[in-house]
Nanobody, 126 residues
Framework: QVQLVESGGGLVQAGASLKLSCTSS????????MAWFRQGPGKEREFVAG????????DYGDSVEGRFTISRDNAKHTMTLQMNSLAPEDTAVYFC???????????????????WGQGTQVTVSS
């Protein structure tokens, strides 16, 4: 069972930055495609960013493109999401997700990710 633990959420003002981390205990972490999703109040879970197993391919949701950066360190079993220029509409619970697949592609669909963290709250005040 893959365990994912998110950290780094918090309350910030608009325009600030935050860095989220997702750490896994899984020894074969490098075999997993990873992604960040978020879910705001009353909204569906939304794809934020994804990264393939090697880190060489990334993809971003339209609303965060150019502001957020996803990366991973397979040696440390960690994925991060650097969030800059945060806006109130970025307020949500952010989830780390993993899928066991060595692929060059990044998938945006929620249902292909079989492993999820508990989520970390990000609140951006105006």
């Amino acid at each position: 069972q893959v365990q994912l633990v998110e950290s780094g959420g918090g309350l910030v003002q608009a325009g600030a930055s935050l860095k989220l981390s997702c750490t896994s205990s899984e020894r074969t972490f490098s075999a997993y495609g990873m992604a960040w999703f978020r879910q705001g109040p009353g909204k569906e879970r939304e794809f934020v960013a994804g990264i393939n197993w090697s880190g060489h391919r990334t993809d971003y949701g339209d609303s965060v493109e150019g502001r957020f950066t996803i990366s991973r360190d397979n040696a440390k079993h960690t994925m991060t999401l650097q969030m800059n220029s945060l806006a109130p509409e970025d307020t949500a619970v952010y989830f780390c997700a993993a899928r066991f697949l060595i692929s060059s592609e990044v998938d945006r669909r929620v249902d292909v990710y079989g492993y999820w963290g508990q989520g970390t709250q990000v609140t951006v005040s105006s």
